[in-house]
């Protein structure tokens, strides 16, 4: 009788020690599953705090450094196709001649899969004017004809010398939405559109059709 006594105490222990086991196993889990979940609470949390600064730091740092780069491509996509069309023109042997050859490089290059590479339209080419360069030997002294229009008077080879100056400008749209941040206000290429203007000079090579006497 003593020996059966003793067994059911054993018994009754292991089953309170079973029972503390699991209880303290099920704690330790629960425990866990909250230190897992909150982290991905303050995740949530620091996102929302810091979204208005992210965004600002976009707008002072990100977006006029990306401006800064579209810029320089602009420029020297546009200085590309001053040079290709100062070159065009120099080669004619009048000065109508050489404002048509002018126009059809820059229409043969902007639509040509070098000038999509750049990111410039077509349509956004505001001017394209061609001017002649007179130049005295003698006192460094410049003229200019009128955009679009030969000298108007006698070329002199002798004491001067003559170039095509060509001038091609472009309109560049804002990176930023106008109106999207009006606490910058109008800022040229951030939130404003900007015009860009590059220029070639090459010489005349046939003087004697350059000018209308």
């Keep these: 009788m003593q020996l059966n006594s003793r067994s059911?105490?054993?018994k009754s222990l292991n089953r309170k020690r079973f029972h503390a086991e699991n209880l303290a196993l099920s704690e330790f889990r629960l425990s866990r599953q909250g230190q897992s979940k909150a982290p991905v609470r303050n995740s949530h949390g620091n996102l929302a705090e810091f979204g208005p600064a992210l965004l600002l730091y976009f707008a002072l740092v990100l977006a006029p450094s990306l401006?800064?780069?579209r810029l320089g491509?602009?420029?020297t996509a546009l200085s590309f196709a001053a040079?290709?069309?100062a070159e065009a023109a120099s080669k004619a042997p009048c000065y109508d001649r050489a404002s048509v050859n002018a126009r059809c490089a820059i229409d043969t290059l902007v639509r040509s899969p070098l000038w999509g590479l750049s990111g410039l339209k077509p349509d956004a080419i505001?001017?394209?004017n061609l001017f002649v360069d007179e130049q005295v030997i003698a006192s460094g002294e410049r003229n200019a004809s009128a955009a679009d229009k030969p000298l108007q008077?006698?070329?002199n080879p002798g004491i001067d010398t003559y170039e095509y100056d060509l001038q091609i400008s472009?309109?560049?749209e804002p990176i930023l939405p106008m109106g999207g941040f009006p606490f910058l206000g109008k800022v040229p290429l951030l939130t404003d559109s900007a015009q860009v203007t590059a220029r070639a000079l090459r010489p005349v090579e046939y003087l004697d059709g350059l000018s209308v006497n």
């Design 8 to 10: 059911v105490n054993f």
């Design 67 to 69: 401006a800064l780069i």
């Design 73 to 75: 491509a602009s420029i």
């Design 83 to 85: 040079g290709c069309a």
């Design 126 to 128: 505001k001017s394209v």
């Design 153 to 155: 008077k006698p070329v």
């Design 170 to 172: 472009y309109q560049l």
